[in-house]
């Protein structure tokens, strides 16, 4: 499986955004689903993800700012995020996983990255 995230942009502080991530030529509620981002020079480091049940696991970082959710007819897992900050600035990755809930964080685990969709919050 091979996903494309995009929909990323430049905002301002405060402001909200929705990532998507499609697949082509697979289903993707038959997997799990994590967004991850990389700012430049620091590691690739989990955002958000959803299991093939769709429980749902955050950062501490994007608890209560970001929601991932699934539309299984559109094929699309998507990343709304609200009252971005600066600190969100970076390429935001999505990728497919059969990884259980407590270990959605584990990007090692995970298949399919393709090209990322850059966040730039400006303050």
């Known amino acids: 499986v091979q996903l494309q995230a995009f929909g990323g942009g430049l905002v301002q502080a405060g402001d909200s955004l929705r990532l998507s991530c499609t697949a082509s030529?697979?289903?993707?509620?038959?997997?799990?689903i994590g967004w991850f981002r990389q700012a430049p020079g620091q590691e690739r480091e989990f955002v958000a993800g959803?299991?093939?049940?769709?429980?749902?696991r955050y950062a501490d970082s994007t608890k209560g700012r970001f929601t991932i959710s699934r539309v299984s007819a559109l094929n699309t897992v998507y990343l709304d995020m609200n009252n971005l900050q600066p600190e969100d600035t970076a390429v935001y990755y999505c990728?497919?996983?059969?990884?259980?809930?407590?270990?959605?964080?584990?990007?090692?685990?995970?298949?399919?990255w393709g090209q990322g969709t850059l966040v730039t919050v400006s303050s």
């Open positions: 959803m299991n093939q049940s769709g429980s749902r």
């Open positions: 030529g697979r289903t993707l509620r038959n997997f799990g």
């Open positions: 990728a497919v996983t059969q990884t259980i809930w407590s270990s959605l964080d584990d990007r090692r685990l995970y298949t399919g």
